[in-house]
Every structure is written in C-alpha cells, then in structure tokens.
C-alpha cells in the first residue's frame, strides 16, 4: 500500500477511506479535519507473596490479571460509533534467589504471559476479530559485587511466544510462534541511601518455528495493519539494545524510577521500507507502598 501526504499546496480535495471497527485513530489535517475519539476503562489486580526457605534461599511469586474495554467513536456534534474491543492479559511470575555469601546473588526466574483481545461490529452483534499471545520465558542470572555498593550483573534469558491473529470480516488470520533468546551484561550501584542507578546492553537471537497465513485475497486494511508486522517478525534474526535505570527512594513510603531503553532488530523483509527496527523507550513510574 502507498500512502501519499496530502498538501495544502496542490489545490486538491482528498478522498478519506475509513475502517469501521478498527481501533485505528484518524487525524486527517486539510480543508476538513477529522477525529476518532477512543474511550478506555479497565481494572488491575494484583498479588505478591515472598517466602524465606532457608537462610540463603528465598522464593518470590506474583500474579497479576487486567482487563480493560473500550468504545470507538467519529467525533463531531453527532458522534458515529465505531465499535468496541476487550482485552484481558494475565502474568504470572515465579523466582528464587540464592544468596550464599555477601557478594554474589544467584536468580532464577519464570514468567508466564496469556493476552487476548477481541473487537465487537458497531452495528452487528458480531465478533469482527480476535488476537491470542501466549509467552513462556525464563531467566538465570548471577549479580556480583565488585567494590562498595557497586555491582555487576549477568543473565541468560529463553523464551517461546506464539501470536494468532484473526480477521473475522475477511476471514483472514496469521499464526506466528517464535524462540527468543537474549544475553545481558551491566552495572549497578547505589550512590547514597536515596539514589540507585543500573546500566546495561543485551543482544537477541529469534529463530521462528511455526508460520501459517490465509491464503485469502488481502484488503488493505489487513495489509497495513497485519501482514506488514508478520512479515517483519517471521523474519527477525537478530537484535541488540541498551537502558538505564535511576531510582529515587523515599524512605518505606515510595520510590520514583527512570527507565530509558534502545533496541534495533534486524529482520529478513523490509517493514514499512527498512529492514531494521528501532525502538526508544522512556518510562517514569512512580511506587508507593503500604506497610
């Protein structure tokens, strides 16, 4: 699919081609403008246990569900719904670390993710397309101190995901499993009783092991918003990444944390006309505790 920018200069009226039942918000700036307002609303809950098992073993454990809806309208005077979607994840996480002298920390970790998501017709009480993401991972990792309260890191990460996704108004659908793999090296410290910062770098491998798609004559729609990041994806082959972390604690009551990461995948097939990815985060959280 080509997409041309329209331009205030070429004297033109554009032809506007909108979705119904896409969560795809539209901004379109010319001699009209027009608008997709997307309402959410959702609920987290969350549990966490730590046990002592022995003196130099401990056991750490969480759950986590969240569940969230939504409504998509055209905005204007007189709103246009556009139709509604769900989406529920639940993460489970399971660690144990072994402490057995004041330098070195041993961790091994479990995580399990399960996200799916649905979109309902405007009109119709119809289904008009589902996605399923199913993750396994698991982490050792050993932290050593190295001089004052500074320490080094290292950790070897597996895991296996597998992404279906369905159109149900084209009956079209992709299928895509794949193995992760990333290594990490960094460096932590804690300056004072307040400030605590980390450093790292990783590199990935993916190896993909299962790859099915409809063999339907494809819309546009599903072109742009499908097709272009399973082909992207089934050709991943490898990624490397860097982030840090600052952390401000506040005695028992909160903790304030900067992250920031970069991460470029290489992959196979060109995705919206590169063959590299490159993403940037940069994430402020704040923690409060109740004790």
Known sequence: MIITKYNLQQNLTPVLYKFRYADLPVVLLGKTSEERLINYHGALVAGHFLAKIRNHLRALGNLRYITSSGKVEDGGSSPLPQGTFDWQVWNARAQFSLRKSQK?????????????????????????????NVTHAIMLGVKQKVKGKSFLFADATYQRSREQEKDLMTENFYDLGYHWASVRLGISTRASKWWSSSAWINLQRYITFRERISGNQYSEFFQALFLNRFSYLSNRSFGIGAGFQVTYHYGPMFDAVLTGQFLSQSGGKEWNGSKYLHNQFLNICLKFYII
């Open 104 to 132: 070195t920390e041993w961790v091994l970790r479990y995580d399990f993710r399960y996200e799916s998501s649905k979109s309902q017709h405007p009109d119709f009480s119809i289904t008009t397309g589902k996605r399923t």
